[in-house]
């Protein structure tokens, strides 16, 4: 079994700011994928990015990265230039693709994030 | 298309109702899921089809009655509730239950039940 934690539950930064937020996981597999999705107060839960465990390139999608330090168990995301919109919940999430059942989600605390004008 | 969708948006209920949450994917998508949200905590996993067949129970009442009538379509049939299951109601999809190497999950906008 894995775990994710996210160890902030509420943050907040300035609009046009950056700010990084935080994800660590437990687990022995050694296939997996992990996740950040975003639920806005709509409560659509909406991905925000994917890395493949196997990469140590870091994925980024637009304004959104993550600092993957695989040996730490560790997956950050960072929101640069924050925008109105980004406020929302973030959670951090394993699939493990070893799993002969289904690729289901394992989700962390989450975090709420709050953008300021 | 990617999108899932879900009805009704909201649904209340009494103890002694019986009704039925669905939710409809067109991407093809062979797995689906169902997950419970309770407010400000995050998603738990409770069903996953796999090929229209269930190949993951976690434990839940046999008031939740899931069924996957074909690969498009995953409904959620609930009798006999309690107030205590109240909450949002989430299903996804992925292109592929089993190892693949693109996996990700599409999500619905959900059902909020309220039982009364």
């Known amino acids: 079994a894995q775990t994710v934690t996210q160890s902030q539950p509420e943050m907040s930064v300035q609009e046009a700011e950056t700010v990084t937020l935080s994800c660590t996981y437990d687990?022995?597999?050694?296939?997996?994928?992990l996740f950040w999705y975003k639920q806005p107060p709509s409560r659509q839960m909406i991905l925000v990015i994917r890395q493949e465990a196997y990469k140590q390139q870091n994925a980024t999608e637009n304004r959104f990265s993550v600092n993957f330090q695989k040996a730490a168990k560790s997956f950050s995301l960072k929101i640069s230039d924050s925008q109105l919109g980004d406020t929302a919940m973030y959670f951090c999430a394993f699939m493990n693709l070893d799993n002969n059942a289904g690729n289901m989600l394992t989700f962390g605390g989450g975090t709420r994030l709050m953008v300021k004008p | 298309d990617t999108e899932v969708t879900q009805t009704p948006k909201h649904l209340v209920m009494g103890m002694t109702n019986k009704k039925s949450l669905k939710c409809e994917q067109h991407?093809?998508?062979?797995?689906m899921y169902w997950y419970k949200q309770k407010a400000k905590k995050p998603p738990e996993l409770m069903f996953v089809y796999s090929y229209e067949k269930l190949s993951i129970n976690e434990s839940v009442p046999s008031r939740f009655s899931p069924e996957c009538p074909n690969s498009s379509l995953l409904n959620l049939h609930l009798h006999a509730l309690q107030p205590e299951d109240s909450a949002l109601y989430l299903c996804?999809?992925?292109?592929?239950?089993?190892?693949?190497?693109?996996?990700?999950?599409?999500f619905g906008s959900g059902t909020q039940l309220s039982v009364l």
């Open positions: 687990t022995s597999e050694s296939n997996y994928y």
């Open positions: 996804a999809s992925s292109q592929e239950g089993q190892g693949m190497a693109n996996e990700k999950l599409f």
């Open positions: 991407m093809g998508h062979r797995a």
